[in-house]
């Protein structure tokens, strides 16, 4: 079990070291994010797998930085989180043939022909957003592009929305400005 937690943390490092996630976010600098240490979701959701899995790994996340479920009292955030496809044309391995002809002694001639496959694939980005319940004003957004595949295996799919979700909250809640 002592273990498993640095291997954990080694793999989740290695996803996101290797991945092509792309991470937009923006916040309000305005905004006190000193005091915010409850949410609830802003929509009923988690109709479909992509969505609780989502859902699950900002729970984990937020409760990591010691923002809980509001439960029965009321939220200090409302938080918003959903994936948006994409469809992308992937180029697969293709087969080629060829035939050739001696025609001297170390001269040849050939022709060659080959083909390709292309194939639609569904790329996912995550958008995530933070509104103060007491303004209703939206204090801080991300989103995630290229954050998971659809036709994935779930196993695949979980950590990919995982590793994405940890590193878009990496910058949750912004670090202090400095006045000015």
Known sequence: ????????????????????????????????????????????????????????????????????PAGSNPPDLLVSAFPVYRDEKVRGVGVGLGIGLRILPGVSVGVGTGTGRTKTQAIGRILLEFRDTRSSQVIWKAEAEDAFEGGSTPEESEEAIQAAVAQMLTRFPPKAQPAK
């Open 1 to 68: 079990m002592r273990l498993a937690i640095p291997l954990s943390a080694l793999l989740l490092g290695t996803l996101l070291a290797c991945s092509p996630l792309k991470v937009n976010y923006d916040y309000d600098a305005h905004a006190d994010y000193t005091r915010y240490h409850s949410y609830d979701w802003a929509t009923a959701g988690g109709d479909n797998f992509t969505e609780r899995r989502i859902r699950a790994a900002v729970e984990k996340e937020l409760a990591t930085k010691g923002i809980q």
